[in-house]
């Protein structure tokens, strides 16, 4: 298992995570738990800030919330100064009752309803991206009515694929997000959004898609969208203001992963992009990106209990821990593949291979399904890493299982963000009769 951030093995061989033992985190806080590396996060925060800055530019990195959010990382996200990209109305309503920056919000979804449209603009969200047509006529009414203005992207697809999951996958021709670069309509977008008095068009959002690692991609994306914008002007007379080339960097989940250089990508992504306006003789005063997972992925583990170790009839050897897909759906989604290891035995000899089995009610139910690790009994606790993005904000409560808590930890402490479910918590909205 590679170890990140503040991740290392003490003197007992135990894991030890912000300074906090593995162990002695289960035994105070239970099992499964979710374990953020604070400091992790933050320095992620700031080496994307730092990398993704061009003399001449106004660039700005936006937090992608939908990796893992809660009222403490939205308090972390404004500390360290990003902006934070929401797509539901309960995403929003988390970054204002946490007193967030409501106009450092940008506000995504393909579908949001009106009821989301209008909790925006009482907010003060400070921009709404506009997915399609429909939506845009909804907004620009709902503000008519309101009589409020707002700044608006426009999300556009610019038909690059990027070589990713297909389910992570945005921007092919067939994608549901979005209007195509390559569509007709999009003139009478851009002319109702110019001739509307209360929506701003400030520019363009694309996004290609998710967990990638060829740096091409992007540097295409910059290209296409250059071009794009270079077309718009010549066509529409519109000049952008702002251009969000959305998130989608690569983390290394396991052996073979290899992610991108995130300060030569982001670096280079901007000199493309300042290059390209140049020749094309267009301006694009503004910049965003929108990283989720390579801000949070790696700086989140899960420990789980082990219960029952089995061996089938037919020869494969299960361990089973106390969560699953409840926790950590992602093996199921996508047949994500995780590392792991044995928390309270780190420097023990890998002997068999495994597959961590949850506890749901689902053969698929499956963490990681074979990982060489030494010999596991029940007790041990198994840690497996990298679940920092899309594990807690995918959790569900299948087999009515509680959610596990999440505690952030930093220099020896560990402090509860969220708390564990409890099973009066499962059933706090039914009615039984
Ligand atoms: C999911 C998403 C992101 C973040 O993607 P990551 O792969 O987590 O970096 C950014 N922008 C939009 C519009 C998204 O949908």
Excluded: W
């Excluded at 994307?48 to 106004?58: I, L, N, R, S, W």
């Amino acid at each position: 298992m590679k170890l990140f951030g503040t991740m290392k093995v003490n003197e007992k061989g135990e894991l030890e995570i912000g300074g906090c033992s593995a162990i002695a985190l289960a035994k105070e806080f239970g099992t499964p738990l979710y374990v953020m590396d604070e400091n992790l996060i933050r320095e992620n925060c700031k080496q994307f800030k730092k990398a993704f800055a061009q003399e001449g530019m106004v660039t700005e990195v936006i937090y992608a919330s939908k990796a893992f959010l809660n009222m403490a990382m939205c308090r972390l996200i404004q500390e360290e100064g990003l902006g934070l990209d929401v797509v539901s109305g309960g995403e929003m309503y988390t970054a204002f009752k946490a007193g967030f920056p409501m106009e450092k919000v940008y506000f995504h979804g393909n579908n949001k309803t009106e009821d989301e449209l209008e909790m925006a603009l009482t907010h003060g969200v400070g921009t709404i991206i506009v997915d399609n047509q429909h939506e845009m006529k909804i907004l620009h009414g709902l503000c008519n009515r309101k009589n409020q203005r707002i700044d608006i992207l426009l999300r556009v697809n610019p038909g690059i694929e990027a070589h990713t999951h297909a389910y992570i996958q945005t921007a092919t021709h067939d994608s549901k997000f979005g209007e195509s670069i390559y569509d007709e309509k999009l003139g009478d977008i851009i002319r109702f959004a110019q001739t509307s008095e209360y929506l701003r068009l400030k520019g363009f959002h694309c996004h290609i898609g998710s967990q990638i690692f060829e740096e091409k991609s992007f540097y295409g994306a910059v290209e296409v969208m250059v071009a794009f914008l270079q077309q718009v002007k010549e066509q529409y007379g519109f000049e952008t203001e702002a251009l969000n080339l959305g998130g989608g960097f690569g983390i290394y989940y396991s052996n073979g992963d290899d992610p991108v250089d995130v300060e030569a990508c982001l670096s280079t992504m901007l000199k493309l992009l300042k290059a390209g306006a140049h020749t094309a003789g267009i301006r694009i005063p503004k910049v965003m990106i929108e990283p989720g997972r390579a801000i949070v992925g790696n700086a989140g583990c899960t420990l789980y209990g082990v219960g029952n170790v089995k061996e089938t009839y037919g020869g494969k050897k299960y361990v089973f821990v106390d969560g699953g897909m409840t926790d950590n759906p992602r093996t199921a989604l996508y047949g994500a593949v995780y590392e792991a290891g044995v928390a309270n035995r780190m420097n023990a000899q890998p002997e068999e291979r495994v597959t961590i089995a949850g506890k749901c009610c689902e053969s698929g139910d499956i963490i990681i399904h074979g990982i060489d690790l030494p010999k596991v009994q029940g007790g041990d606790i198994i840690c497996v890493a990298s679940t920092g993005a899309y594990n807690y904000t995918m959790a569900s409560n299948y087999n009515r299982i509680p959610r596990p808590a999440v505690v952030f930890v930093k220099e020896g402490k560990a402090k509860i963000v969220v708390k564990r479910e409890t099973y009066d918590d499962v059933i706090r909205n039914d009615f039984a009769d």
